[in-house]
């Protein structure tokens, strides 16, 4: 057993997904399934069930992973020690974040990312996803935490995981009890949303459209935390990620279907760009927080 193999082995768990490892990896797909089934033989256990649309680990994977992602990063950690003294581990990351990410996930990771790099600044900006892409696109941001643009060749996406966003609304509410909610049940609904500007809002309207619903669009908010308060002291409803929104007893979050609005996080980068050490690993931090 090699490092490669442990290494091979940890993409491929990352990404659920080979084709995804090998690009990361920079080898062909047949080689890192080849690369896989040899740690598999030689550990005498199945670690990925392949199944035709979608990539698990088994039982086995699950425990090997929770043992080896510790390990690996102790390992990074010791060689990027001897390339780059603590010393020379300075300088500044600029991450973009939409709204939903920036709430949670984004404190979390650079939490997490400045233990490792303490001498290392994180600028994080909160902005449209339309934004990012044209700051990542002009060099003014090192990474982004978004969703895929439209017509941006010059970006790189990598996809994290698809979300619903949900309905939320406040415990008093007349929908609050419902365990999940019609999209034309929302028309003529007194809601806040975000602006027409953001991606989530044009998602939103398309569904709204396709249901035949016409809400009553009361506010406009242009950032997550001020809508999930005003949603709290009002009778308005909101639509967000389930994972922008605390636990609350306050709160309800309930699904919504016919149609349920599906977006795809992931993170982008200037294709070509030179991706720092801190860069990756800040990546690095992000793929296991979102899994």
Known sequence: MELRHLRYFDAVAETMNFTRAAERLHVTQSTLSHQIRQLEEEL??????????????????????????????????????????????????????????????????????????????????????????????????????????????????????????????AATHPLARRRRVRMIELNHCRMVLLPAQFSTRQLLDDCFEAAGAQPLVIAELNSIAPMIELIRQTDLAGIIAETAVTPS??????????????RTPGLLWKKGANRSPMVKHMASVIRRAAG
């Not at 680990?57 to 043992?67: D, F, N, Q, S, W």
């Not at 007893?249 to 599906?262: G, H």
């Open 249 to 262: 007893p306050d709160l309800r979050v309930v699904p919504i279907e016919d149609p349920t609005p599906i």
């Open 44 to 169: 005498g256990l199945v670690l990925f069930d392949r199944g035709h649309k979608r990539v698990a680990l088994t039982e086995a994977g699950e425990m090997l992973r929770t043992h080896l992602v510790p390990a690996l990063q102790q390992i990074d950690r010791g060689l990027q020690a001897l390339s780059h003294p603590p010393e020379t581990l300075s300088g500044e990351l600029r991450i973009g974040a939409t709204h939903s990410f920036n709430t949670r996930l984004v404190p979390l990771c650079v939490s997490s990312f400045l233990s490792y790099h303490p001498g290392i600044r994180v600028s994080v900006e909160e902005l449209s996803a339309e934004l990012i892409a044209k700051r990542l696109a002009s060099g003014h941001l090192d990474l982004g935490v978004s969703y895929k643009p439209d017509d941006r060749p010059e970006l790189w996406f990598e996809p994290l995981y698809n979300e619903e966003l949900r309905l939320v609304v």
